[in-house]
């Protein structure tokens, strides 16, 4: 594989099925998948049409006969094998998320060691997934199974596409279950590593399959009745419509979807640590993270040294070609986005808002790279609740500095909002911090850090953000279904 940025090129099929690519069965429409550093194009992108999308559920029915038989140690050898996989390829795999995502490769390889250490951490879970006994009168007695829901579906976001493909399947695969994925069609090309990733491992052909395309696959996918459950991160508008599809079909789901999360910085904090936790909470990915933390809160008198600081450090983030070691920002996933999040900073400036860096598009010197979909990071100063920058998620690398007063009015205003997926507080008063986090509405709270990913936690929002958690035990809950088994060890005693 080429791996300098403008030299890659990809000719495999795209779709995975029965532990093999593949071209997929039927479809037609063709896209394009870009490269954001140069504006390339890369690979055409085959959608899969229905036939594909049910050739693939089968193919997972089959594997998942086979696989829901084993042991939990079994599927944990299985699992580990694959994290190792991925550990050994970490580079390689890193290499194709920044050329097909845009983030730079400092980001991308923190991300795929979070994916192995997904797999890791639910391969350790496997072994111990079970129900519980019950003594019951009379030396009778109920068990319980945990039991797999079948075939599930995973859709993909594009800011994370190995990390979210793992998220989803790890738990999966740990509690037995088949997965048919299908990434973003801006973002197809690591996923399909996963999968053969997979099989080198050792899980049943056709227990992981990937299907590719847009609107259409995804509604195939989440309407064909043999799927018994759909796991979905993206945006809230697609989450109702994935909602409204599971529902006809009675299939559980789960919803990761958009934030516009607040970070709430006191006066007595380590100011150093919330100037990073700011920039971490804004920048990784281009801004492109659902639970960013961009609504800033700054507490009125440490206003202008922390915006001062956040300011200048801003300033110094290095933007360009994403395949570079020092690089810290690379470019946006695609020309549409971009031009998207330049419209909200045209509309924050029209409403009052002041840029007080950054904002404006970044063309690198490297002539390669002059196509690319750059911009620069952005602070915006004089923000106030009611402006469109502040309500809405900009999934760009835009931060609103809001001024606060008192506890009591920030807490208020960090939870008027539709949105609950995160949230963060930098103090050196322990009781406050615990106050603050218990009051927000968010899902996953930080204190005194932001934007860190351990997967033993459990992620995932409340209100229009979602419901389901990722990682953590608590993913086991989504991914298995409890069935009660009572035994009699009597007589039957008929009331008839
Ligand atoms: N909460 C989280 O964990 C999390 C993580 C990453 C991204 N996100 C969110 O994702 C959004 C950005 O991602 P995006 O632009 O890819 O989102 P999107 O909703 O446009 O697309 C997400 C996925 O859904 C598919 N899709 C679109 N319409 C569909 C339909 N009608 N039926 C079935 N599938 C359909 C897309 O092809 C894509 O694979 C942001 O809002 C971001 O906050 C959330
Ligand atoms: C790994 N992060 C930074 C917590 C992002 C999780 C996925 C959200 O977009």
């Avoid at 970490?90 to 730079?104: F, H, V």
């Avoid at 911009?375 to 690398?397: A, Q, Y």
């Amino acid at each position: 594989m080429s791996s300098a940025t403008g030299s890659f090129s990809l000719q495999q099929p795209l779709n995975y099925r029965g532990g093999a690519r593949l071209q997929p069965a039927d479809g037609g429409q063709v896209e394009e998948v870009y490269e954001p550093a140069t504006g390339r194009v890369i690979a055409k992108l085959l959608c899969s049409g229905e036939k594909e999308v049910d050739l693939a559920v089968q193919s997972a029915k089959a594997a998942f006969k086979e696989w829901s038989q084993k042991s939990g140690m079994e599927r944990c050898r299985v699992l580990l094998e694959a994290a190792r996989i991925i550990r050994e390829q970490r580079d390689e795999i890193a290499t194709l998320e920044t050329i097909n995502n845009g983030k730079s490769i400092f980001e991308a390889r923190v991300d795929i060691d979070i994916s192995w250490q997904c797999l890791e951490y639910y391969a350790g879970l496997a072994g111990s997934l079970a129900g519980e006994h019950v003594q019951l009168p009379g030396g009778s007695f109920g068990y319980t199974r945990r039991e797999p829901l079948g075939v599930c579906v995973g859709i993909g976001a594009w800011n994370y596409p190995f990390q979210i493909a793992c998220w989803k399947a790890a738990p999966a695969l740990a509690c037995g279950n088949a997965m048919v994925f299908k990434p973003s069609p801006f973002t197809p090309i690591s996923v399909v590593r996963l999968a053969e990733i997979f099989t080198k491992a050792g899980v049943p052909k056709g227990l992981f399959n990937v299907v590719q395309g847009g609107v259409a696959t995804g509604q195939f996918l989440c309407q064909h009745p043999d799927v018994a459950k759909i796991s979905f991160t993206g945006s809230v508008p697609t989450g109702i419509k994935i909602m409204e599809m599971a529902a006809k079909g009675i299939k559980p789901v789960t919803l990761e979807l958009g934030g516009k999360s607040p970070l709430i910085i006191f006066s007595d904090c380590a100011l150093e640590n919330a100037v990073n936790g700011a920039l971490m909470a804004n920048f990784l990915t281009q801004g492109e993270v659902c639970c960013n933390g961009t609504r800033v809160f700054v507490e009125r008198k440490i206003l202008d040294t922390f915006t001062k600081e956040v300011v200048k450090r801003t300033q110094k983030i290095k933007i360009g070609d994403p395949l570079l070691e020092d690089t810290r920002m690379g470019a946006l996933i695609n020309r549409p986005h971009l031009d998207r999040v330049q419209n909200f900073i045209k509309q924050a400036k029209e409403q009052g808002a002041q840029v007080l860096c950054g904002g404006d598009l970044y063309v690198p010197d490297d002539p390669k790279l002059k196509n690319g979909f750059y911009m620069r990071p952005c602070v915006l100063g004089n923000c106030t609740d009611d402006m469109t920058c502040v309500k809405e998620e900009i999934f760009g690398p835009v931060m609103s500095i809001l001024p606060f007063d008192t506890e009591e009015e920030v807490v208020e205003r960090a939870n008027n909002t539709k949105f609950g997926l995160a949230g963060g507080v930098f103090t050196r008063d322990i009781q406050k911090a615990h106050r603050v986090v218990a009051a927000l509405n968010a899902g996953m709270c930080f204190i005194n850090n932001y934007n860190v990913s351990p997967v033993e936690l459990p992620f995932g929002g409340y209100k229009a953000s979602g419901f389901g958690r990722e990682n953590g035990r608590a993913a086991i809950e989504y991914y298995s279904q409890l069935k009660t088994v009572c035994v009699e060890m009597g007589d039957v005693e008929s009331v008839f």
